[in-house]
């Protein structure tokens, strides 16, 4: 449990300094995806042929189904939230997809039958607020709907990989994460062939950060996340998944020199905060009755 908690850590660091590394690329946003699932997968692929024998996923067909349809999942959701970032701007992009794990915490004690417990619920108000504090001051101007449209179906898509990845009892660690990402890169290798075909201009100064962006942060990242998961709570992954924007906002002011604005910083505390108490107190929520 302590081992998959900081796996799961470590991968929402690596994920939040997408932004950083795409920032270096002048591909579409499509194409991004496409080059981080191409390479990422690749890899895994690679690592998972070199170093296992056994397919645990050609006898498990239910198993399989649900880890493919969750990596279908995870390609949609990559596809439109780049396509929102372009739309309507990262912050209230990234707004719209942490509803993910908004939808991961309701669904959980219907699906998984995890009880919620007050520490659970109010660590999880509280980053909300934090992520709404980081990201306020970017609320402005005109909206594109179109913007917000694929921000909302990213979240849902979000909420489905989670979902549909924890029913897989039996196809886990490195199996699970290659399975999971190249389906992602089949889904997404779909969508780029019909938005603008395979030829890419790519310049060769910009090849240092793709493959950091394939290898290190989609590659290495999803293995930590996916081989985590399914030994994790859903609701500690909902609530914990919100470190992931709260990294990007760290890494951007460490890297990028960018000014973290006060209602930013008591976003980060709120963020830290809430996440402290979801994962370290534990209040039941008891049904009281008269005697």
């Not at 799961?8 to 795409?22: K, R």
């Not at 042929?49 to 279908?72: E, P």
């Not at 596809?79 to 739309?87: D, G, H, K, R, V």
């Not at 020199?257 to 976003?267: A, F």
Request: aromatic content about 14%.
């Amino acid at each position: 449990m302590k081992k998959s908690f900081f796996k799961y850590l470590f991968a929402l660091f690596l994920f939040g300094s997408n932004g950083i590394v795409a920032n270096n690329i002048s591909l579409t946003s499509y194409q991004i995806v496409f080059m981080r699932t191409g390479i990422g997968s690749t890899l895994l692929l690679g690592l998972f042929f070199l170093r296992h024998r056994d397919r645990t996923f050609i006898r498990n067909k239910k198993d399989l189904t649900f880890v493919t349809l969750s990596g279908i999942a995870m390609g949609i959701s990559w596809i439109y939230l780049y396509e929102a970032y372009s739309q309507i701007g990262v912050s209230i992009a990234s707004l719209l997809y942490y509803c993910g794990p908004v939808i991961v915490m309701i669904l959980s004690p219907f699906l998984f039958k995890e009880k919620l417990t007050i520490s659970k619920v109010l660590g999880f108000i509280i980053v909300l607020i934090g992520i709404l504090f980081i990201n306020t001051n970017t609320v402005t101007g005109n909206i594109k709907l179109y913007g917000l449209v694929c921000g909302s179906i990213s979240a849902i898509m979000y909420s489905l990989m989670v979902i549909l990845n924890k029913f897989s009892k039996k196809i886990t660690g490195l199996e699970n994460s290659m399975v999971q990402l190249f389906v992602s890169f089949l889904t997404v290798t779909v969508f780029t062939g019909i938005k603008s075909g395979y030829v890419l201009h790519i310049n060769h100064n910009e090849w240092i950060w793709i493959l950091m962006l394939g290898l290190l942060n989609t590659g290495i990242g999803c293995y930590f996340y996916f081989s985590s998961i399914g030994n994790l709570p859903v609701q500690t992954i909902a609530i914990l998944g919100y470190l992931e924007p709260l990294s990007a906002v760290v890494l951007s002011v460490l890297i990028l020199k960018e000014t973290l604005l006060p209602m930013q910083m008591i976003g980060v505390i709120f963020i830290i905060g809430g996440a402290v108490i979801g994962e370290n107190m534990n209040i039941p929520i008891r049904k009281y009755t008269k005697e």
